[in-house]
């Protein structure tokens, strides 16, 4: 059936799952059911990490199940992989409740 | 669809056909210890230390007894756990009672403890001879009640192992059967899709306000709940925030419509699909399951962060309520090998469709509920399990 290399949960999402181990320079094949998308990764992006399939604007919501997933805190070019070094999670932040009481 | 269950006098089935001795402790552990060979009996462990959360304690008591699973019951009364529990060893005796099912109470008197252990293993013999004269029943899904965790969550979760246990949830409350779920802190970011199917308002409110408590709980660290959830085991696999873990952990409990949220081992109340309470730690999920009429629970693991190929978790409340081993990593399935009861990864390979996948998994789910032993089973180990109250001792 298919040949993904990375799957796309819904229509908005900027960010897709990556489902083998990417190497620099891979044209990753990316699906979302019958559709398909080529980006090229900039990085090594290993299994079931994400990889931006478009450019992402720093403070932009990352999208993934088509809903929220955090917001990015720098650009984040297509083809670069996505995680906790450029993703900032919006909910159950005590530490930045935490800044706001002290300031 | 049938399965075969063992029929008891509430007018509920059995997945299997325990006689239960509790609380743990040296009495009941050596009695299991000696019975044993005839599969009988189970430890259930049972909370030691004090809580001011004392009615939960009353639920496990007699919730663990009055699962289908257990055919009668040995309540030890020595130890400390009577003092500390609000309700006394016979007043819960009396309450398993009324379902009919056989209760006996041991260490009552004033009989040293290795006296209890022999009074309790000549009585618990007697009555797993007794139970195994029961004979399985045909029965529908109706009467099946099931409860799940994701754990070692990764990305596989969200995208196929969850989708999958999803769907085995809808057909069976579909056909009239209970389905629980849980792990309020994994809703956090996914609220706004779970409220919508909520069967009233006051459901609805009652879904938000459990999952508000959890994240002012996280937020009242004064830390970011990422590094504690998502865990590490999760962010080394790949999920990046709560919102992310939230959105894929919500896809277990299918589409149905939410009945009611319980309290920590609180039985529900009819058929359907239930939110729970609960607390997501494997130590403690199960046996808030087992405590509130589970014959069988599912753990959903992805297992991308490390390699998984010993025996897997086997906590004791599992011999009460089997627990079934699913993955959608096909790494998990490498590692784990046999140790794994059911592999979605064929739906990661781009082999195999969710529905597919469902439908074998609940074919595989009757199975266990008539009988076909899950891999942990085959075990006599077993890990520690822990109660979940919200007010700890000090």
């Known amino acids: 059936m298919n040949r993904a290399d990375a799957l796309i949960m819904k229509s908005h999402d900027n960010v897709a799952t990556v489902i083998r181990d990417i190497e620099v320079g891979d044209n990753v094949l990316a699906t979302l059911g019958e559709e398909t998308f080529i980006v090229q990764a900039t990085e090594k992006i290993p299994f079931g990490f994400k990889i931006a399939i478009r450019s992402i604007k720093k403070g932009e919501s990352i999208i993934k199940y088509g809903e929220v997933i955090g917001k990015a805190n720098t650009i984040i070019n297509a083809g670069t992989c996505v ?6 999670g919006v909910r159950g932040r005590g530490d930045i409740e935490k800044r706001r009481s002290i300031s | 669809m049938t399965w075969y269950g063992y029929p008891r006098p509430d007018g509920s089935y059995g997945t299997r056909n325990y006689v239960l001795i509790y609380p743990t402790g040296i009495v009941a552990n050596t009695i299991y210890h000696f019975v044993e060979g005839t599969q009988g009996v189970v430890i259930a462990s049972t909370p030691h230390g004090p809580s001011t959360d004392q009615a939960m304690f009353h639920r496990v008591s007699t919730g663990l007894a009055l699962n289908p699973n257990v055919a009668s019951v040995i309540i ?6 009577w003092i500390q529990s609000p309700s006394s060893p016979e007043t819960v005796a ?9 209760v006996e109470l041991i260490g009552l008197g004033h009989d040293d403890t290795m006296t209890v252990i022999g009074k309790g293993i000549k009585l618990a013999r007697e009555m797993v001879y007794e139970a195994s004269k029961l004979r399985r029943m045909p029965v529908d899904d109706s009467q099946l009640t099931i409860g799940v965790k994701c754990g070692s969550s990764d990305a596989t979760s969200g995208i196929a192992g969850n989708p999958v246990i999803g769907y085995v949830y809808d057909k069976l409350v579909k056909t009239g059967g209970t389905a629980m779920f849980g792990e309020p802190t994994e809703v956090i970011g996914a609220e706004h899709l779970l409220i919508k199917r909520a069967i009233n308002k006051q459901v609805a409110e009652a879904l938000l306000s459990v999952v508000r408590s959890n994240e002012n709980r996280a937020k009242a660290t004064g830390e970011d709940i990422r590094g504690q959830n998502p865990s590490l085991v999760n962010i080394k696999a790949g999920l990046s925030s709560i919102e992310e873990k939230s959105l894929g952990a919500l896809y277990k409990s299918g589409s149905m419509p939410i009945q009611g949220v319980l309290k920590y081992a609180e039985r529900p109340k ?18 808030g399951y087992a405590a509130a009429g589970a014959q069988i629970v599912l753990f959903q693991l992805g297992g991308g962060a490390y390699h998984m190929d010993g025996p897997l978790y086997n906590p004791a409340t599992v011999k009460i309520a089997p627990l079934i081993w699913c993955s959608a990593n096909p790494k998990t399935r490498q590692f784990a090998g046999w140790n794994l009861d059911f592999s979605s990864a064929s739906v ?5 469709r969710i529905e597919d996948a469902g439908e074998r998994l609940y074919t595989y789910l009757l199975e266990v509920a008539s009988g076909t032993m899950t891999r942990t089973e085959t075990l006599k180990y077993v890990d520690t399990t822990e109660l979940y109250a919200k007010t700890g001792p000090f």
């Open chain 1, 83 to 88: 995680h906790i070094h450029n993703l900032d």
């Open chain 2, 76 to 81: 030890d009364c020595t130890g400390l756990y």
């Open chain 2, 94 to 102: 009396d309450e398993i009672a009324k379902s009919g099912k056989r």
């Open chain 2, 270 to 287: 009819s058929k359907g699909l239930y939110f729970i309470d609960n607390w997501a730690a494997r130590t403690s999920i199960f046996l």
């Open chain 2, 348 to 352: 990661i390979d781009g082999k195999e």
